[in-house]
């Protein structure tokens, strides 16, 4: 079974503060994501990666990097974290061939006061 | 641009009730497709996928969703729905050379005893 761990669970950040979501998968996909869910617009790419090393600018990218140090692990990073970016955030991993699953971890829930 | 819609934002049915859960896609070339659902405070799980092929496509716990590239829809099935189909489904369009998945905005699903 497919195996995608976001940590933390839960999380409240002050305005301008740094916030790192992380991502672990021991699947070995090389294809991993960031999506953030907001009602009435779905899930919405972040960021996203090829493999170790690589990060990619998805739809919705600016207030947000991403680091890919390892095959594993996929982190999202917001330096100045604003109440806008209050949301539900996903990672996921999955191999790229289009009829492939995706396979998602079970979020973070994401507070900015 | 590739977009998916899910015109209906909430759909409430009786249980034992047939349903339709309804997707449009907007896509130049050849679609691939998913259905996936997310129970509360949980990820996103696939039910279905489809690549060019037989138009109508079976998933798990009873569910297939039928492709019309004349209609560009991919709507969702199912014959009879159980009070554990409570949850939110989403509609996704992947492209052939890529990996990530454009979502609708989700249906909400609810179940009337």
């Known amino acids: 079974e497919a195996a995608v761990t976001q940590s933390p669970r839960n999380k409240v950040a002050v305005t301008g503060g740094k916030v790192t979501l992380s991502c672990n998968q021991t699947?070995?996909?090389?294809?991993m994501y960031w999506y953030r869910q907001d009602t009435g617009h779905g899930l919405r790419l972040i960021h996203y990666s090829y493999g170790a090393g690589s990060t990619e600018k998805g739809d919705i990218p600016d207030g947000y990097k991403a680091s890919r140090p390892s095959q594993e692990n996929f982190s999202l990073i917001l330096e100045l974290a604003t109440p806008s970016q209050t949301s539900v955030y996903f990672c996921?991993?999955?191999?790229?061939?289009?009829?492939?699953?995706?396979?998602f971890g079970k979020g973070t829930r994401l507070t900015v006061v | 641009a590739q977009s998916v819609t899910q015109p209906d934002a909430r759909v409430t049915v009786s249980e034992g009730a047939s349903l339709q859960l309804r997707c449009k896609y907007s896509?130049?070339?050849?679609?691939?497709l998913f259905w996936y659902v997310q129970y509360p405070r949980q990820g996103l799980q696939l039910l279905l996928k489809?690549?060019?092929?037989?138009?109508v496509v079976q998933g798990v716990n009873g569910f297939e969703a039928e492709f019309s590239k004349s209609n560009s829809s991919f709507h969702l099935r199912k014959a009879s729905v159980h009070w554990s189909d409570w949850a939110v489904y989403f509609c996704a369009v992947r492209r052939y050379n890529q990996g990530k998945l454009i979502f609708g905005q989700g249906t909400k699903l609810s179940i009337k005893p």
């Open positions: 996921a991993s999955g191999e790229g061939g289009a009829n492939t699953e995706v396979f």
């Open positions: 489809y690549y060019p092929g037989d138009p």
């Open positions: 699947n070995n996909h090389n294809n």
């Open positions: 896509y130049f070339g050849t679609p691939y």
